[in-house]
């Protein structure tokens, strides 16, 4: 099951760099000017974690709806609908491949 409850796609900036070459980010004021864009996952009673940084916006949404995809169909495959048996899950990720590739 996933370990997380929601999640959230937030501009970034790099404000500074430590001593061994890591990014020290924060959200960006202006999403406009955002250096990279973050998808989080919100873990129940411990906050938010980090779970990949993206080039664009839409880049971010692409992987966010590729992992809500796979966690709809393991929640549909476990509860045994056959309502949701005619669901062409290959032709979907085909669908958000090809729009990944096209960014």
Known sequence: MNK?????????NTIGWTEDNKGIC????????ADFWSLFGHIKGQGVE???DFPTK???IISLMTTALGNAQDVLNNMGR?????????A???ALRFAKEKL
């Open 82 to 90: 056959s309502c949701y048996a005619d669901v062409d899950w290959v």
């Open 50 to 52: 980090c779970i990949a």
């Open 58 to 60: 839409d880049a971010a």
């Open 4 to 12: 997380y409850d929601a999640y959230e796609i937030t501009p970034m």
């Open 92 to 94: 979907i990720r085909e």
């Open 26 to 33: 924060e959200p960006a004021d202006d999403a406009g000017l």
